[in-house]
C-alpha cells in the first residue's frame, strides 16, 4: 500500500489488547456540541460480560483516538472491549482466520483483503439494512456501498464493510500570500485550473511542483494523478471496470487519462526544474517550492498528509491552504473524489459486534474522532463544528460535497501492478516515452499475471 511505503520501513509491531470500560472519557458526556442524544439507543444495549476484541492497523497516535471512541461504546452498552493494533495487520488477520482466532471485528485498511476474505467465508454480511442506512447518510452513499459490498463464497454480492474514517487525496495545496500577491484566485473547475496553470507561465512564473520520487516506490505519485485524471474524464463505472482490468491499461479512456497528467507534468514550461527533474525530484521535497522566496512554484498536488514535509514551523490554513482539484465543467461528471479508508467488518459474529456497527452509524462515534485529530468522514448528520481545527472541517467539506468516491485504484489492482509496473511506467512517461507505448507495457504485466 502506498501509505506504508511513504512512512518508510517499519518494525513489526502488535499492541496489547486493553479492556476500555474504564477507560478515560476525553470528553464529558453530555457536554459540548456533541450529538449525545444519538448515543442513547446504543445505551439500551445491554452488553455486559460480553467480551468484544476488535484488531486494526493503528499503533501510536491513532490507536488512542480509536479507543477513546470505543470507550464510549463499552461505556454505553457494559461491552469489554479490547482494541489490538499491529503494522502487521494484513498478514496477520488472515492467520487468525484460517485457524479459526479471529477478533469479533477487523479494520482493514483497504477494501482488496477484506472481498478476498468475504470470498473465503471469512466475514459475517452487514445486512441490507445497514447499506440502506449507507446510502441515505453518507456523502456519495451508493459509492460507499458499493467499495463495502464483495461476493459471497456463493459468488453472491452482500455488503461486508462499513467505512469509518477516510482520506481524501483529491487535493491541490498552494500558499494564499503568493496567490493573493500574483493576483490568482482559486479555480474551480479543471478549465480553470489549466487556464490558472498558463497564466503564471504567461507571468513568468511556474506553476506546478511535481516530484515522483519515493526510493523503492518512486513513481507512486503518478498514479495519484492518473487515477484523479480517469474520475475526471471517465464515468465512475469506467474507472471501477478499469481498476479490475475489464478495461485494459492501453484503450483510449485510460491513456487519455495519462495523457491529462502529462498536460502538467511533460511541459517543461509547467513544472519546477522542467519535465525532466519530475521523476527524480522525492515527493517528500516537492512541496518546498511553494515556500521559498520567490517562489519556485505555486501548486502541488498531493494528498492530506503532505503538510508533515512542509518546512517546519508551516501553518495549514495561514501558510499553506489547499482546494479541491477541480473536475470539468464540459463533462458533468460532478465533484469525484479521491481518497482512501478504513473499513469495519465483522470477523466473528456475536451480538457485541453489530451493535459496534450500530455504534458506527451514529453521528457521536464520529464526532468524537473529529474532535481528536486526523479524522475525516462522510456522515452528513455529523456535526462538523466539532472539529479541532478549520483545515480539518474544510477538508471534509470537500468529502460532504462529493457526488461520486472512489477508493486509490492502483491499491486495488494486483501488487505486480499497482505498487509496480504502473510505478515504473510513470517514471517512463514523464521522461519522455509515448503515453500508449507506456499502458501497452503496463497491461502486458498484467497480462502475466493472469
Not at 345 to 351: E, V, W
Not at 399 to 407: C, D, G, P, Q, S
Request: net charge negative; glycine share 10%.
Amino acid at each position: 500500500m502506498k501509505k506504508m511505503l511513504i512512512a518508510g520501513a517499519a518494525t513489526v509491531a502488535l499492541s496489547s489488547g486493553i479492556a476500555l470500560a474504564d477507560a478515560h472519557l476525553p470528553f464529558a458526556v453530555g457536554e459540548g456540541d456533541f450529538s449525545w442524544d444519538s448515543l442513547e439507543p446504543i445505551k439500551e444495549i445491554d452488553l455486559s460480560g460480553q467480551q468484544l476484541t476488535v484488531f486494526g492497523p493503528w499503533l501510536g497516535p491513532d490507536q488512542g483516538f480509536a479507543e477513546n471512541v470505543l470507550a464510549y461504546f463499552a461505556d454505553a452498552t457494559g461491552a469489554d472491549v479490547r482494541y489490538v493494533g499491529s503494522d502487521s495487520f494484513e498478514q496477520q488477520i488472515m492467520v487468525d482466520a484460517e485457524a479459526g482466532s479471529a477478533p469479533n471485528v477487523a479494520v482493514f485498511p483497504q477494501p482488496g483483503l477484506a472481498a478476498d476474505m468475504a470470498r473465503r467465508g471469512f466475514l459475517t454480511p452487514l445486512g441490507s439494512d445497514t447499506g440502506d442506512w449507507i446510502k441515505e447518510n453518507y456523502a456519495a452513499g451508493q459509492s460507499w456501498v458499493d467499495l463495502g459490498t464483495y461476493a459471497n463464497e456463493d459468488g453472491n454480492d452482500e455488503l461486508f464493510g462499513f467505512f469509518y474514517k477516510v482520506d481524501v487525496k483529491s487535493l491541490v495545496w498552494y500558499s494564499p500570500e503568493n496567490f493573493e500577491d500574483a493576483g490568482y484566485d482559486v479555480p474551480e473547475t479543471m478549465e480553470d485550473l489549466k487556464a490558472l496553470t498558463q497564466q503564471i507561465v504567461d507571468d513568468g512564473e511556474t506553476p506546478w511542483c511535481i516530484g515522483l520520487g519515493s526510493g523503492g516506490a518512486t513513481g507512486w505519485p503518478a498514479t495519484d494523478w492518473v487515477e484523479d485524471m480517469m474520475l475526471r474524464t471517465q464515468s465512475p463505472r469506467d474507472y471501477d471496470k478499469w481498476v479490475t482490468n475489464e478495461l485494459k491499461f492501453d484503450d483510449p479512456e485510460v491513456v487519455g487519462a495519462i495523457e491529462e497528467f502529462g498536460w502538467f507534468a511533460r511541459n517543461d514550461a509547467f513544472v519546477a526544474g522542467g519535465a525532466g527533474a519530475v521523476a527524480s525530484t522525492d515527493f517528500r521535497d516537492s512541496p518546498k517550492g511553494l515556500f521559498s522566496s520567490p517562489p519556485q512554484c505555486y501548486m502541488h498536488r498531493q494528498a492530506s498528509f503532505i503538510p508533515a514535509f512542509f518546512p517546519e514551523g508551516t501553518v495549514v490554513g495561514d501558510d499553506a491552504d489547499f482546494f479541491y482539484f477541480p473536475a470539468y465543467e464540459e463533462k458533468d461528471l460532478g465533484k469525484p473524489v479521491l481518497g482512501a479508508g478504513t473499513l469495519w467488518a465483522i470477523t466473528k459474529d456475536s451480538p457485541a459486534a453489530h451493535a459496534l456497527i450500530d455504534f458506527l452509524q451514529t453521528p457521536i462515534a464520529h464526532e468524537l474522532w473529529m474532535a481528536q485529530s486526523g479524522f475525516l468522514t462522510p456522515h452528513k448528520t455529523a456535526n462538523t463544528d466539532v472539529f479541532a481545527d478549520d483545515s480539518q472541517r474544510a477538508l471534509n467539506d470537500i468529502l460532504l460535497n462529493a457526488t461520486t468516491f472512489r477508493f486509490d485504484g492502483s491499491d486495488l489492482m494486483p501488487g505486480g501492478v499497482g505498487a509496480g509496473a504502473f510505478w515504473t511506467g510513470m517514471v517512463d512517461y514523464t521522461g519522455g516515452k509515448d503515453a500508449k507505448e507506456v499502458a501497452t507495457a503496463i497491461q502486458n504485466s498484467w497480462d502475466a499475471l493472469k
